[in-house]
Protein backbone atom coordinates (compact mmCIF):
# COMPACT_ATOMS: atom_id res chain seq x y z
CA UNK A 1 0.00 0.00 0.00
CA UNK A 2 1.10 3.21 -0.44
CA UNK A 3 0.79 5.85 1.32
CA UNK A 4 1.41 9.58 1.04
CA UNK A 5 2.56 12.42 3.21
CA UNK A 6 1.47 16.27 3.44
CA UNK A 7 4.14 17.41 6.30
CA UNK A 8 3.86 21.22 5.39
CA UNK A 9 0.37 20.71 4.74
CA UNK A 10 0.47 22.34 1.05
CA UNK A 11 -2.08 20.26 -0.52
CA UNK A 12 -4.68 20.62 1.88
CA UNK A 13 -4.33 24.11 1.81
CA UNK A 14 -4.30 24.05 -1.80
CA UNK A 15 -7.40 21.73 -1.79
CA UNK A 16 -8.59 24.47 1.22
CA UNK A 17 -9.75 22.07 3.60
CA UNK A 18 -7.27 22.70 6.07
CA UNK A 19 -9.08 22.52 9.43
CA UNK A 20 -8.51 26.31 10.92
CA UNK A 21 -10.04 25.52 14.37
CA UNK A 22 -6.13 24.65 15.07
CA UNK A 23 -3.76 27.71 15.32
CA UNK A 24 -0.30 27.41 14.23
CA UNK A 25 2.48 25.11 16.34
CA UNK A 26 -0.95 23.67 18.47
CA UNK A 27 -0.94 19.29 17.79
CA UNK A 28 -3.56 19.49 15.57
CA UNK A 29 -2.48 22.33 13.05
CA UNK A 30 -2.15 20.84 9.91
CA UNK A 31 -4.96 18.89 9.54
CA UNK A 32 -7.76 18.63 6.99
CA UNK A 33 -11.73 18.95 7.11
CA UNK A 34 -12.92 15.49 6.18
CA UNK A 35 -13.48 15.58 2.43
CA UNK A 36 -14.67 13.15 -0.54
CA UNK A 37 -13.42 14.64 -3.89
CA UNK A 38 -15.06 12.91 -7.04
CA UNK A 39 -12.96 12.80 -10.14
CA UNK A 40 -14.17 12.05 -13.59
CA UNK A 41 -12.02 9.47 -15.86
CA UNK A 42 -10.76 12.93 -16.99
CA UNK A 43 -9.17 13.73 -13.42
CA UNK A 44 -11.78 16.57 -13.40
CA UNK A 45 -13.13 16.91 -9.69
CA UNK A 46 -17.09 16.62 -10.43
CA UNK A 47 -18.21 16.22 -6.52
CA UNK A 48 -17.13 17.70 -3.52
CA UNK A 49 -18.20 16.21 0.08
CA UNK A 50 -16.86 18.26 2.97
CA UNK A 51 -17.68 18.62 6.82
CA UNK A 52 -16.94 20.80 9.15
CA UNK A 53 -16.94 18.58 12.15
CA UNK A 54 -14.73 15.01 11.76
CA UNK A 55 -17.62 12.84 13.05
CA UNK A 56 -19.95 13.67 10.67
CA UNK A 57 -19.91 12.09 6.79
CA UNK A 58 -21.95 12.25 4.03
CA UNK A 59 -24.47 10.09 3.58
CA UNK A 60 -23.11 7.09 1.17
CA UNK A 61 -26.44 7.21 -0.80
CA UNK A 62 -25.58 10.60 -1.78
CA UNK A 63 -21.50 9.55 -2.26
CA UNK A 64 -22.49 6.53 -4.56
CA UNK A 65 -25.06 8.76 -6.62
CA UNK A 66 -22.20 10.93 -7.31
CA UNK A 67 -20.23 8.23 -8.68
CA UNK A 68 -23.21 6.87 -11.10
CA UNK A 69 -23.39 3.18 -8.24
Known amino acids: M ?7 SDIIKAFD ?3 KAFAKGSPGYGLPHPIIFVSNAKGVVTHRFSETNYTSRPNV ?3 LGAIGR
Do not use: P, R
Open 2 to 8: TLLSDAK
Open 61 to 63: DLV
Open 17 to 19: VLN
